[in-house]
């Protein structure tokens, strides 16, 4: 039997949560849990179930299997409950064009319940947003700022962000990562779906990646790291020695002139031994990149759409 | 080793031409408005028919007729509501007076409808950027949707007119061809008249809502003019300050003249050249400068219900004043209209089958049935405040508007239950406001209706719009989408039916069918409060499914 101090250090948590529509898979048999106060991000190709999975645990659709919970609720059950505890920013709001800014934060105030007046002040300086021009003349970005400022100054227990800096530039992007660590500091859980790779690498404490309706892989970055492969560079005075590609574990052998560039998974002593039979003139190992481990998850085959790799 | 092959498709470019890109958003355009144009052409094709038909049937012999359409050419009240006669008693007279004064309305609201659409609502929808991104300038592009208006007025005409000719070639009717195609000219003049006062709007005013606004204003003026002028013998000159009156002067059945078509062109051209024109701005800009910023007013944002009215008060105020207004015109005109009523028998057929119930009273109560009749278009009017309302409550969950509020601490429930109530309040006060004014301005004529009977009649008139709310909430529940289809489908359809079984016999269980058909025609006849009471509760069942399906259902965006 689940403990009440489990429930309580689970943020999110889903079982076999699925959405079909119809014939097409939105998302099937989600089982995912975010502790309270971490940040976890939500990583996906477009389509992949990220928005659905968001508004099933809104509950602003219903799943076809399965069920999600928030803080111990049930998201179809207690919603007013469960919206009490969290704050959401979509992509892209439709937000009323006839009313200020200052107009939109408070009806979205009034409609979350509470707010942190200050907090939503230090936010408008933060974000160097002005608030009483009328919501039609805003940009994209600026009608982002928003949802931002609206969403983090409500103090929500759980924030969940869809692609929250689409249309903010690179300064307020910093803003909104400062927040962010700010909202965990605080105690506040984040759950971050994003393109944007760098920023969920240098936010997110786990990341779950999501494939055509599934869950892919989540961990630590470094847990998946360590079951990624690691990217070896050499040059060599003369043509780089053509065994590399039968040594077990190396893939993804690109030779360009004297240089050589390859990916090893597992133990790297049989490659090693390959290039320093070679003398090499330099060698170079690094661990992958958050976008190089989404790549090699999706395969380059899924990533370009107008090539192909042999 | 690895090699990366490249699909000959990223080197080797084969771009497909594409004709004349400028014109893409004509083409675009008016492939929607074509659409459309070409329904609404029919509908009028078909109304034409009803009133040949009509023509024949509403009196049991030539002299009756004769009688019949004697006194409504000289009754002041249905030429405010339809327009001067000429040759009345003529077939040609007849259709001319009342199709024209029907149709010229709904071509009327249907162009400045589809060029604030086309025009401000594309742009505030942020699609005319993308267009704009083309091949195009902003000027261009304006005059490229302009000639998609044209082509949809054009599609109207051509049904039109083949209909009209069709039913004219009847041996029972005789109207000639180009007395059928002058006639459908006279249909769309209206439209293409008022598609392009919608589309200097959409040039003058900073969003749809306030360019169809500004439209609907200049419309009413117009139609108030024309109704003042034709109902009003010292003032008959106003009949020429308006569009609609122009339009009417053209009486295409019954001597037409055409000259009537210069003042219609010469603002129609007028508008359309001032639209290219206004239309080398700055995107998202208007004429009428709204500012760009304002001190923040927080009152009405606390609920979700006094945020609707918020959002939509200058639309109701607009409604309440248009019941006002037309119930204080048509109340003046009680007295004189229901002495012409009186004398006559056989108005029933006229008015369509609605009145049946009133044909026994005709000779005693000619004022009451006038008012009758004026509750009876109050009544459509009210179902189509809500038809409009319930089009909105659809949009802002197709939209996404309603997902900023649902995913705080507002239930759905919350939420569609002050919409609802605020529409059901609307409807309310329409109706009262409606018997109030239109017993005051009776009441200045001692016309003898009670302040009693009025309200009552304001209050039965609101009926079917509240069916036609449950109606609406049901189909929000069950089938979201076709929301708005549903509730405009049924007031249309209770207005062919009510216009075809004047002139046909219609089967009764198709008649059943109508929202307007078992109200009694409240002041003619007493109120029957045993349907009314039936409507409500058929549509407060119609809503509590409704409203119980829509909490549990997904939300479904555009």
Redesign the interface.
């Given at each position: 039997m689940e403990t009440s101090a489990r429930k309580a250090n689970t943020a999110v948590r889903t079982e076999h949560l699925s959405k079909h529509y119809g014939a097409v898979i939105g998302l099937e048999d989600l089982n995912l849990e975010v502790n309270a106060g971490e940040v976890v991000g939500y990583l996906g190709p477009n389509g992949a179930g990220k928005t659905t999975t968001i508004?099933l645990l809104?509950g602003?659709?219903?799943p076809t299997f399965g069920r999600a919970e928030i803080f111990g609720m049930d998201v179809q059950r207690d919603?007013?409950a469960v919206?009490?505890e969290?704050a959401?920013v979509?992509g892209e709001?439709?937000?009323?064009?006839?009313l200020?800014g200052?107009?939109t934060l408070?009806?979205?105030a009034?409609?979350?319940?509470e707010t942190d007046v200050a907090y939503r002040d230090l936010l408008i300086k933060r974000f160097d947003f002005?608030?009483?021009?009328?919501v039609?003349?805003y940009s994209k970005g600026n009608r982002q700022k928003i949802n931002l400022i609206a969403a983090l100054a409500c103090r929500a227990r759980l924030l969940i962000f869809d692609e929250p800096t689409a249309g903010l530039d690179p300064l307020m992007e910093q803003a909104f990562r400062e927040s962010v660590l700010e909202a965990r500091d605080n105690g506040q859980t984040v759950f971050l779906s994003s393109h944007v790779l760098s920023e969920a690498e240098a936010l997110c404490d786990r990341i779950a990646i999501v494939r055509a309706g599934r869950l892919a892989e989540i961990g630590t970055l470094a847990q998946m790291r360590q079951l990624s492969a690691v990217t070896v560079e050499a040059s060599f005075p003369g043509p780089p020695p053509?065994a590399v590609?039968r040594v077990p574990g190396v893939s993804?052998?690109?030779?360009a002139g004297h240089h050589l560039t390859c990916q090893v998974r597992g133990s790297i002593d049989g490659l090693l031994t390959v290039l320093a039979a070679a003398h090499p003139e330099t060698l170079l190992s690094r661990e992958p990149s958050l976008e190089e481990l989404f790549l090699s998850i999706y395969g380059e085959q899924e990533h370009r759409n107008?090539?192909?790799?042999? | 080793?690895?090699?990366?092959?490249?699909?000959d498709?990223?080197i080797s470019p084969q771009l497909t031409s594409y004709a004349r890109p400028q014109l893409a958003t004509a083409r675009f355009t008016g492939r929607r408005i074509m659409r459309t144009g070409a329904l609404w052409g029919l509908v009028f094709g078909i109304y034409v028919y009803d009133n040949a038909v009509a023509y024949h049937t509403i009196a049991a012999s030539a002299a009756q007729r004769e009688r019949l359409l004697a006194t409504m050419a000289s009754n002041a009240g249905l030429k405010a509501l339809l327009g001067d006669t000429r040759r009345i008693t003529t077939l040609g007279g007849f259709t001319d007076w009342r199709a024209i004064g029907v149709t010229t309305l709904v071509a009327s609201i249907w162009g400045l409808l589809a060029a604030t659409k086309a025009l401000r609502g594309e742009e505030?929808a942020g699609r005319w950027e993308v267009i704009l991104a083309g091949q195009t300038t902003q000027r261009r592009a304006t005059a490229g949707v302009l000639a998609g208006l044209g082509a949809g007025v054009l599609i109207m005409y051509v049904v039109t007119a083949l209909l009209t000719i069709a039913v004219g070639a009847r041996p029972s009717v005789g109207i000639g061809p180009g007395a059928s195609m002058f006639f459908a000219v006279a249909v769309v003049a209206a439209a293409a008249t008022f598609a392009a006062i919608g589309a200097v709007a959409s040039e003058l005013m900073?969003?749809r809502s306030r360019a169809a606004g500004l439209s609907a204003a200049v419309f009413g003026t117009a139609f108030m003019l024309r109704a003042l002028g034709d109902s009003t013998s010292s003032a008959h000159w106003l009949v020429y300050a308006s569009p609609l009156g122009w339009v009417e002067q053209l009486h295409p059945l019954t001597g037409a003249q055409p000259l009537w078509l210069l003042p219609i062109a010469g603002l129609v051209a007028t508008c359309g050249v001032a639209t290219v024109l206004l239309a080398d701005r700055d995107l998202?800009a208007s004429m009428l400068a709204?500012?760009?910023?304002?001190?923040?007013?927080?009152a009405m944002?606390?609920?979700?219900a006094l945020?609707a009215l918020r959002?939509s008060r200058a639309l109701i105020a607009s409604w309440l004043a248009a019941a006002v207004v037309a119930g204080l015109l048509y109340g003046s005109l009680a007295k004189s209209t229901g002495r012409a009523f009186a004398s006559s028998g056989s108005l029933r057929r006229f008015t369509g089958t609605l009145t049946h119930v009133a044909q026994h009273q005709l000779q005693l109560a000619g004022t009451r049935v006038f008012a009758g009749v004026v509750f009876l278009i109050l009544m459509t009017l009210i179902m189509a405040f809500v038809a409009s309302a319930m089009g909105q409550v659809r949009e802002d969950e197709a939209?996404?508007?309603l997902?900023?509020?649902?995913?705080?601490?507002?239930?759905r429930q919350r939420w569609l239950a002050g919409r609802a109530g605020l529409i059901l309040a609307v409807l309310a006060a329409v109706g009262m406001l409606g018997g109030l004014a239109f017993w005051a301005a009776a009441a200045s004529q001692h016309a003898g209706l009670t302040f009693r009977e009025l309200l009552f009649a304001g209050t039965n008139s609101t009926a079917p719009a509240a069916l036609l709310l449950g109606i609406g909430v049901l189909t929000l529940g069950f089938v979201p989408r076709l929301t708005s289809v549903a509730c405009w489908g049924l007031l249309a359809w209770g207005f062919l039916l009510d216009m075809l079984g004047s002139a046909i016999k219609v089967n009764h269980w198709v008649m059943d069918t109508s929202l307007l058909y078992h109200l009694a025609l409240a002041p003619a006849v007493n109120p029957d409060w045993e349907i009314v009471g039936i409507y409500v509760a058929i549509g407060c069942a119609a809503a509590l499914l409704g409203g119980w399906q829509f909490t549990?259902?997904?939300?479904q965006s555009s």
């Open positions: 508004r809104l602003l659709i219903k919603k007013i919206h009490a969290i959401y979509p709001a439709t937000l009323w064009p006839s200020t200052a107009e408070h009806l979205l009034s409609m979350h319940g002005d608030t009483s021009r009328k039609r003349t053509s590609d993804a052998v690109q030779v107008n090539g192909a790799v042999s | 080793m690895t090699s990366i092959k490249v699909a498709a990223a505030s900073p969003t998202g709204d500012s760009a910023t304002a001190q923040a007013r927080t944002l606390g609920s979700p945020f959002m939209e996404g508007y997902d900023n509020l649902i995913v705080r601490t507002v239930s549990r259902r997904d939300l």
